[in-house]
């Protein structure tokens, strides 16, 4: 897949291209139905199958105030979309200017002059131009005019409900990890680089690898069956997230045990993948107890290995 992380460095030819736009945070199962129709259109009409998104997230713009709690950060985006076969992905810096541009604007300058539109694919509820004054009905009134044809794509349904970014980023924060990887297709997952910590795990007789990570979205407090990649390694893992309320911390931790793993892992890069919720996060009296749990979840999670689908 090409890469274009300018909109404005970039001309495609006229009448080029096959594209679709969006965040596409997560790149869910919903987004990759949609790439899958823009590249049968594009094989059909002989075109390249472009996807065209905003970075930063328009809302970061717009929202300075609030926590996104992205589900992909842009590098993982670019790698999910590129699996899915797209031809090329384009970037268009979100400025203040980007978001003042009115719907006609956006469809002459973007569509036309920079991506050589010949179909544009968008979802019922797409918004596009300054305040979001441009729908679905004004996009084909706008194709009319400007020489390109535009495709209203289906919703993609699971459980009677249409999947987004939205409801992935729902469960995933209700620690609802099996129920976002059915939306997503895939695992959850967050990397991250291995940190020195308090030597508690090590102490206790459950070494764990302490992870500092720039994701934005964690599940929710609580003990998980994970895997964990290393080094083109898969292994086994039980992960804590929490603020170790039982040694009175307050900082939100992520600790790791790897199962059958004896190595040294500070300042390594490694990923978690979330299969399966274990518990919430418990205070202990005694660490004693503590250990007794900490068996107990390693167990668990065996069972679920034995059980999981790569």
């Not at 869910?28 to 129709?37: I, N």
């Not at 199962?259 to 919720?277: H, P, Q, T, V």
Request: glycine share 8%; proline share 4%; net charge neutral.
């Amino acid at each position: 897949m090409k890469e274009y992380l300018n909109l404005w460095e970039q001309r495609f030819p006229p009448v080029s291209t096959v594209l679709t736009i969006g965040n596409f945070d997560g790149v869910h199962l919903g987004h990759q139905s949609l790439f899958s129709l823009v590249k049968e259109t594009a094989a059909r009409e002989g075109k390249e199958a472009v996807a065209l998104t905003f970075q930063p997230h328009p809302l970061k713009l717009i929202f300075p105030e609030r926590r996104l709690f992205l589900i992909t950060p842009l590098a993982k985006k670019i790698q999910l979309i590129a699996r899915t076969g797209i031809d090329a992905l384009v970037c268009a810096p979100f400025t203040r200017e980007f978001a003042g541009l009115s719907a006609a604007d956006f469809a002459r300058r973007v569509l036309v002059e920079h991506l050589g539109c010949h179909t544009v694919i968008v979802g019922d509820n797409y918004y596009f131009g300054r305040d979001r004054e441009g729908d679905v009905n004004r996009l084909t009134e706008l194709g009319k005019e400007l020489g390109f044809k535009t495709i209203i794509a289906p919703p993609f349904v699971i459980d009677g409900k249409v999947v987004s970014s939205t409801r992935v980023r729902q469960h995933i924060m209700a620690g609802e990890v099996m129920a976002a990887s059915r939306l997503l297709g895939r695992y959850y997952s967050v990397e991250g680089v291995v940190k020195p910590g308090k030597n508690r795990g090590k102490d206790l007789g459950f070494p764990t690898a302490n992870i500092r990570s720039e994701a934005e979205l964690y599940p929710r407090e609580g003990v998980y069956a994970v895997w964990v990649e290393y080094d083109g390694q898969r292994f086994q893992g039980v992960v804590s997230i929490g603020y170790n309320p039982t040694f009175g911390d307050t900082g939100l931790t992520v600790e790791v045990h790897i199962l059958d793993f004896s190595g040294d892992l500070y300042g390594e890069s490694i990923k978690i993948i979330f299969l399966e919720r274990l518990r919430d996060t418990i205070a202990f009296t005694e660490v004693a107890s503590l250990k007794v749990q900490i068996a107990n979840d390693i167990r668990a999670a065996r069972r679920i290995f034995a059980l999981a689908k790569e």
